[in-house]
C-alpha cells in the first residue's frame, strides 16, 4: 500500500492510496469467504458451501466489487494512521481506478483532528481577583434572612413602596397583548426591581380594586428584542395590598435562624459563606479567562465538524428547557425576538469557542502528559453511583465504556485546568 497525503485546510485531508496485486489477492480471499456463505450450490447448504467451489459460481462482478469494497474498509484507517492523522469521523473514500487483481487508488477525505500550536501558557497575563465581602453584601443578607421570617397582614389602603401587592395585568404592544406580558394574582413586592423601570412606581398610590393603565416604555438593551425601546401599556387590577411587617435584626432573629446566639455570631457565619462562594466564582472565573487567554495567544482551527455537533448540543439544551416550560424551539426564538438566522449567527460563535477551548486543553493535556489513573476514575464512577442511586437509567449508563471515557476525559480536562493554574499565579 501506498498514500501520498495532501492537505486541504488546517483540519481536512486528503489521503490517495493505491493498493497493489498482493493488498488486491488478500481483499479477494475475503471477499471470496463472505460472498460463499451467500450463494445457493446444488448439493450444499447454503453458507457451507467451500471456497474452492464457490470460485466457480460467484459471478465475477459482484467478485470484484466486494474486493474492492473491503480492500478499501480495511486499509482506510491504516492510511491515516501512516500519515499520523486522526480522523474525526470514518473518512468518505471515492475509486479513482481499479483493475481487478492488479490495481486500486482511491481517494479519501476526513475532517482531522487539527494541528495546535500552543502560546507560552505560562505566562498568559490573566490574574484572579480577590475574594472581597463588604458590609454591603452581609447587610443584604441579613435582610433577606429577616424578609423571610416577615409577616404579611392584608390592608386597605393605598400601596406604598415596601408593600407586597396582588395583581392581575396584561401588557400590550400596539394594542395586542405581547408574550410573557400578562400574569394573574401575581405576587410583586414594590421597589424591588423586578418589573420594568415605571411599573412598581406606578402602582404605589392606587388601593385595592382599583383598575388604571400604565403607559411604559421598556429600556433599550432589554433582553426580548421585539420589546427593546417599544412602547406599552399595562392595564392593571390591583387586587390587594399587603403590608409586609419585618423582623428586627436582632439576636433574637438569629437564634430563629441556626446555632447562633447573637446577631454577630449569624453576621460572621454570613461572612464565611459569602467569601467561600466569592473565592469559588472568582476562581471558575480566573479559569475561563485562562482558557480564553490560551486560545487567543494559540493557533486553534476549528474543524467544522465539530463546531456543527456544538450547535447540535446548544441547540438540543435550548430545547430541552423550551419543552419544560411547553413551549417549542421556535417559541423560544419568537419569545426572545431572535430570528433564527441571527441564533445559528450568535451561536455558531459559542460553538467555535468551545471547540477551540477543548482542543487547546486537549492539546496542553498531551503535551504535559497530564493523566487520571484508573483508580481515580473508578473512585468518581463510585461517587457518582451514590448520587444516581435513585436513578436505575442513570446507574445503568454508568457501566457503559464511552460513559467511563467521557467521565476520565473530563478529570483530564479539569486537571489540566488546575495546572494552567498552578502556572498562572
Not at 482551527?301 to 423550551?322: F, H, S, Y
Amino acid at each position: 500500500m501506498k498514500t501520498k497525503l495532501k492537505r486541504l485546510s488546517d483540519s481536512r485531508v486528503e489521503i490517495t492510496v493505491t493498493l497493489d496485486g498482493k493488498d488486491l489477492k488478500d481483499a479477494g480471499e475475503k471477499a471470496l469467504e463472505k460472498l460463499a456463505k451467500e450463494i445457493h450450490v446444488e448439493g450444499f447448504r447454503k453458507g457451507k458451501v467451500p471456497v474452492d467451489v464457490a470460485r466457480k459460481f460467484v459471478p465475477e462482478n459482484d467478485l470484484n466489487a466486494e474486493t474492492a469494497d473491503i480492500a478499501v474498509r480495511t486499509t482506510i484507517i491504516k492510511a491515516f494512521q501512516e500519515n499520523e492523522k486522526s480522523p474525526l469521523v470514518l473518512p468518505n473514500a471515492n475509486i479513482t481506478k481499479y483493475v481487478p487483481g492488479d490495481l486500486l487508488e482511491y481517494v479519501a477525505t476526513a475532517d482531522i483532528i487539527p494541528e495546535v500550536k500552543l502560546g507560552d501558557y505560562k505566562k498568559l497575563g490573566v490574574k484572579m481577583a480577590s475574594a472581597k465581602v463588604t458590609e454591603k453584601d452581609i447587610e443584604n443578607v441579613l435582610n433577606n434572612i429577616a424578609s423571610s421570617f416577615a409577616e404579611k397582614k392584608a390592608i386597605k389602603r393605598a400601596a406604598k413602596l415596601e408593600d407586597e401587592v396582588i395583581i392581575d395585568f396584561v401588557g400590550k404592544k400596539d394594542g395586542k397583548a405581547f408574550d410573557g406580558g400578562s400574569a394573574k394574582d401575581y405576587k410583586l413586592v414594590l421597589g424591588s426591581g423586578s418589573f420594568i423601570p415605571g411599573f412598581e412606581d406606578g402602582i404605589v398610590g392606587h388601593e385595592p380594586g382599583d383598575k388604571f393603565e400604565l403607559k411604559l416604555t421598556f429600556p433599550k438593551d432589554y433582553g426580548v428584542k421585539d420589546l427593546a425601546g417599544a412602547k406599552t401599556v399595562f392595564e392593571v387590577l390591583l387586587k390587594q395590598v399587603n403590608e409586609i411587617a419585618k423582623p428586627k435584626i436582632d439576636d433574637e432573629l438569629a437564634k430563629k435562624c441556626g446555632p447562633f446566639k447573637t446577631v454577630v455570631d449569624l453576621k460572621a457565619d454570613i461572612k464565611k459563606n459569602l467569601a467561600s462562594q466569592t473565592e469559588h466564582r472568582e476562581e471558575e472565573k480566573f479559569k475561563d479567562d485562562l482558557v480564553k487567554a490560551l486560545v487567543e495567544k494559540s493557533k486553534v482551527p476549528a474543524p467544522e465538524i465539530l463546531i456543527d455537533d456544538q450547535m447540535r448540543m446548544i441547540r438540543d439544551d435550548i430545547t430541552r428547557n423550551a419543552a419544560s416550560q411547553g413551549m417549542s424551539f421556535d417559541d423560544y426564538l419568537k419569545r426572545a425576538g431572535e430570528t433564527k438566522e441571527n441564533w445559528e449567527k450568535e451561536a455558531r460563535k459559542i460553538a467555535e469557542q468551545r471547540v477551540k477551548a477543548s482542543l487547546a486543553l486537549q492539546t496542553l493535556a498531551v503535551e504535559q502528559k497530564i493523566t487520571v489513573s484508573d483508580e481515580l476514575v473508578a473512585a468518581k464512577i463510585a461517587e457518582l453511583k451514590d448520587v444516581y442511586k435513585k436513578s436505575p437509567e442513570a446507574l445503568k449508563s454508568l457501566k457503559d465504556p464511552n460513559v467511563k471515557m467521557d467521565i476520565k476525559n473530563r478529570m483530564i480536562i479539569e486537571a489540566t485546568l488546575d495546572f494552567l493554574v498552578k502556572n498562572n499565579k
